[in-house]
């Protein structure tokens, strides 16, 4: 995967639009972070992950998964894009996206 395939999925959902965070680029959802690519241009900075479903997956696919002492005490998880697959990442990011849309979005959405 790379980041356009991920704009391209989420792009399609109501209230995203493309935006920049911390000098890179991203996804936002009414102005909140919905995911953004990481300075090393290869990996997703994807919130909305507890801290207790990362340790699973970066102990289950660490090759997909991790996280830096950077982001030790947040619910956040890095994806490797090169080394994830659309059925991976598309999950992370509807569910992230539920909680950031407004009720009547994710209302819309479901009902098409």
């Not at 959902?13 to 959802?29: F, R």
């Not at 801290?51 to 890095?78: A, G």
């Amino acid at each position: 995967m790379t980041f356009d395939d991920v704009r391209k999925i989420a792009l399609a959902w109501p209230e995203v639009e493309d935006g920049t965070s911390y000098g890179t680029p991203a996804l936002k959802v009414r102005k909140k972070m919905l995911a953004r690519l990481r300075e090393d241009a290869d990996s997703l900075v994807m919130p909305g992950v507890p801290r207790d479903e990362r340790e699973m997956l970066v102990e289950s696919q660490p090759k997909v998964f991790y996280f830096t002492d950077h982001y030790r005490d947040y619910s956040i998880v890095l994806i490797r894009l090169s080394k994830a697959s659309r059925a991976t990442v598309e999950p992370f990011l509807r569910r992230h996206w539920r909680s950031l849309a407004s009720k009547k979005a994710v209302k819309e959405f479901d009902a098409t």
